[in-house]
């Protein structure tokens, strides 16, 4: 029902910054919670951030909290991550989901749609 597709990912120097998009199909994207997940290779998926559908309700994990800002436009069918201060621990593979929920289930898993990710490299 949802197809979405990442973009944005790439290279960056630690301290760093780069902005992830996910274009979401269809007409229902008000519809969906969305959110941002990471799985950096031989570690467990983890939830990073999550946004409400009227994009009012923010949610971040405590190891991005005060660098990482989430925000969606709904006329536009995407959700965006603004990842500033990077640093190497932050590279990973980062999956935007969506949930039929009005706030995004804050887990690493459980969500009804995943993107196919993006690989965001943080040298040092």
């Known amino acids: 029902q949802v197809q979405l597709v990442e973009s944005g990912g790439g290279l960056v120097q630690a301290g760093g910054s780069l902005r992830l998009s996910c274009a979401a199909s269809?007409?229902?994207?008000?519809?969906?919670?969305m959110g941002w997940i990471r799985q950096a290779p031989g570690k467990e998926r983890e939830f990073v951030a999550g946004?409400?559908?009227?994009?009012?309700?923010?949610y971040y994990a405590d190891f991005v909290k005060g660098r990482f800002t989430i925000s969606r436009d709904n006329a536009k069918n995407t959700v965006y991550l603004q990842m500033n201060s990077l640093k190497p621990e932050d590279t990973a593979v980062y999956s935007c989901?969506?949930?039929?929920?009005?706030?995004?289930?804050?887990?690493?898993?459980?969500?009804?749609?995943w993107g196919q990710g993006t690989q965001v490299t943080v040298s040092s």
């Open positions: 989901v969506a949930d039929s929920t009005t706030v995004p289930r804050r887990a690493p898993g459980g969500h009804d749609y």
């Open positions: 269809g007409r229902t994207f008000g519809n969906y919670a």
């Open positions: 946004i409400g559908r009227a994009g009012i309700s923010k």
